[in-house]
């Protein structure tokens, strides 16, 4: 029975330590962002370092989706400073992602969003944000939104039926061969 005991209690350890240490960090995710001027980034990529995407749009605005270890940075730039321009996010959607999401909110420290209403909402393995106008000073090249994300354990498959079925088998035989007389 001491060794079952030692079993669970790892594996409510090992179960902890993956939600202490949930990251967008090595994950693969998906991502599709657009705006109604031709922004349109639709890709694949692992999370690490540095922005993992990069898009324009018609209007000659760079756009830039950068994923930390639990925040998003939307940033959007232009190529030189006079006269005020607006970045528009219509659709975030970041998807794929290993860590169970718990929550999405805008750092309002860090993010300067004049107009549109942010909306966010998100499942266990996507997070969708959208509706907002960064509005950028003719002295700033550009403006970033953040958003700080929420995790929680690891996504896991759920098992099946006849898997769960071996695995109590299996200890009820650990049971009942420690209870049974030692042959002679």
């Known amino acids: 029975m001491k060794t079952i005991s030692k079993v669970l209690a790892g594996g409510a350890l090992l179960l902890a330590t993956q939600a202490a240490t949930a990251t967008f960090i090595g994950d693969s995710v998906d991502v599709f962002a657009n705006n109604p001027l031709g922004l349109a980034i639709s ?5 690490g370092a540095g922005v993992e ?17 639990s925040t998003i940075a939307f940033t959007v730039s232009k190529a030189s400073s006079g006269g005020n321009f607006t970045g528009v996010l219509s659709s975030l959607l970041i998807s794929n992602i290993d860590y169970q999401v718990l929550g999405v909110t ?4 860090s993010s300067a969003c004049s107009t549109g209403a942010v909306t966010t909402a ?12 960064l509005n950028t ?12 994300v929420a995790f929680g354990g690891r996504n896991q498959a ?3 039926p006849s898997t769960v079925l071996l695995l109590g088998a299996g200890l009820l ?5 420690r209870k049974s007389p030692p042959a002679a």
Request: glycine fraction near 8%.
């Open 43 to 47: 890709d694949t990529a692992t999370v």
């Open 53 to 69: 995407f990069n898009g324009s749009d018609l209007l000659f605005r760079d756009f830039a989706i950068d994923l930390g270890a």
């Open 106 to 109: 805008l750092n309002a420290a």
């Open 122 to 133: 998100f499942t266990a393995t996507s997070i969708n944000i959208g509706g907002c106008n």
């Open 137 to 148: 000073p003719a002295t700033a090249l550009s403006q970033s939104l953040i958003f700080d």
């Open 158 to 160: 759920v098992p099946e």
């Open 173 to 177: 035989g650990m049971v009942v061969r």
